[in-house]
């Protein structure tokens, strides 16, 4: 009976643990000092709901899709990430543990033998032999103050914290690999113009060649045909060598060598993503980006350890304990009568530690003054980033409509020069200029399409969309 008047008080006290209140300032998210909304030329629907969209809603490029999928399965970052998030877990798990009683049995012989006169001044040695039996309660804190609770709080918001950040590295992986891809697209397409270019460049000087040995060309023509294939030349082995580095900087991203069997391509011109996501859209789906929510999950951990460090000014009552058996003989020692207990509740209050708890707690408070300027810093850097992606989109629109028609210009005005160099009217340095120009009109937009294409990426991302 006395044994479960005593196990009954401690299931009590531990019940006490489970609701006992926090010493933890009450959380309130800091208000972010940013507008309402985003200033956009763009007249588009509301995309509040634009983190509810797959990533494979955006990437229509089967090509492109499978490099995604590719790189979320292999990634190193993404794969350190998540071993990260399944860390944080086990700390969460381990720390919340404590806010239950644990218990361990054990069974164990102690013998002893004290000789004669040592001790209790005994003639004659005195010889010990015991075998114990027990399950302990190993020892475990009344969180009356919620010191363990916050404790547990903070490790959860960490672990949360962790979780986002897998997230930001996801969505940043599948932005990277968009733009990687478009870069490649870009660089294999001005590749392939500059091969065309230099054999063009290569025919023209040897025709120039030729017509010099017959007297109708001069040193000066060649010497131009020379220069112009010269420049093609180094033209085209620079490109090639950024393809190179762009298909290399691919692989890695993606975590290894290319697939083998990727399904054929979209060409630049023919890739499809929406340009109207961001306009009439509340700054509060910035709320909803994961570096923001792991900012905040930061803040909240902060918050939870200041409670931690105010208990430390207040009593910790820790209770120990055993029931089982205890014998002379093994074979005894579950016979009647061979019952036993132990109680060991302690109390533990702070006197003297020279300034290390009042220390502690201004560490806390300067932790959470920190965790809300990370905060806030995070919100208004979020907002300037979607705001520049805005401005970029709206911008590029514009400049790719420009490019198409100055392309389209320098098109007309090569065909052109080049009816009047076969009727005599032009010479071959018109004939030059002209086709540099129109490489360089394409050029020019190919390069503001691609970059049309991955700020439209990295918006969709700064949005918080690409978690489906």
């Not at 949360?160 to 870069?183: C, K, W």
């Not at 023509?221 to 085209?236: E, K, N, R, Y």
């Not at 029931?323 to 132990?342: H, I, K």
Request: proline share 3%.
């Amino acid at each position: 009976m006395t044994d479960r008047i005593h196990f009954s008080a401690m299931a009590l006290l531990a019940a006490c643990a489970l609701s006992a209140c926090s010493l933890a300032p009450t959380y309130k998210r800091p208000d972010a000092d940013v507008a309402k909304n985003w200033a956009t030329q763009t007249n588009a629907s509301d995309t509040s709901q634009l983190q509810d969209i797959p990533w494979e809603s955006l990437y229509t490029d089967a090509h492109l899709r499978e490099l995604i999928r590719t790189a979320l399965e292999h990634n190193h970052d993404l794969r350190i990430a998540m071993a990260r998030i399944g860390e944080a877990r086990a700390m969460w798990g381990v720390q919340g543990a404590d806010q239950l009683p644990s218990a361990t049995m054990s069974l164990g012989r102690t013998e002893s033998l004290t000789p004669a006169g040592v001790g209790n001044a005994s003639p004659t040695p005195v010889r010990i032999n015991r075998y114990d039996a027990n399950v302990n309660l190993v020892s475990f804190e009344v969180d009356f103050w919620g010191r363990v609770a916050d404790l547990t709080q903070a490790a959860k918001s960490n672990y949360q914290a962790t979780s986002e950040d897998q997230r930001v590295v996801r969505m940043g992986l599948i932005s990277d690999v968009a733009n990687g891809y478009y870069l490649v697209q870009d660089l294999a397409l001005r590749s392939q113009w500059a091969k065309q270019t230099t054999q063009g460049r290569q025919q023209w000087f040897d025709l120039t060649v030729r017509k010099q040995e017959l007297g109708a060309a001069s040193d000066m023509d060649v010497a131009a045909a020379q220069t112009a294939l010269s420049a093609a030349q180094g033209d085209l082995f620079t490109t090639d060598r950024n393809l190179q580095q762009a298909r290399n900087a691919l692989t890695l991203l993606v975590g290894g060598r290319l697939p083998a069997d990727l399904p054929v391509s979209v060409p630049l011109d023919a890739q499809k993503l929406s340009l109207a996501w961001g306009a009439n859209l509340s700054s509060d789906v910035l709320l909803r980006r994961p570096d923001v929510r792991a900012a905040e999950q930061r803040l909240m951990a902060a918050n939870a350890n200041i409670g931690v460090a105010r208990a430390a000014f207040l009593p910790r009552l820790q209770l120990t304990g055993a029931s089982g058996s205890a014998s002379t003989s093994l074979d005894g020692l579950f016979n009647p009568g061979s019952r036993s207990w132990s109680f060991i509740p302690t109390l533990q209050m702070p006197l003297f530690d020279w300034g290390r708890t009042t220390g502690n707690l201004d560490i806390a408070q300067a932790r959470k003054v920190q965790s809300v300027a990370a905060y806030e810093k995070t919100v208004q850097q979020a907002f300037r980033e979607v705001a520049d992606l805005l401005v970029a989109r709206d911008t590029l629109q514009q400049q790719l409509t420009s490019q198409t028609s100055w392309v389209q210009s320098q098109q007309q005005r090569l065909r052109v020069m080049e009816v009047r160099y076969e009727q005599g009217s032009a010479n071959q340095f018109d004939l030059l200029d002209a086709q540099r120009d129109a490489m360089a009109a394409q050029q020019s937009r190919v390069q503001v399409l691609r970059q049309l294409l991955g700020t439209t990426a990295q918006l969709y991302k700064a949005l918080g969309g690409g978690e489906g």
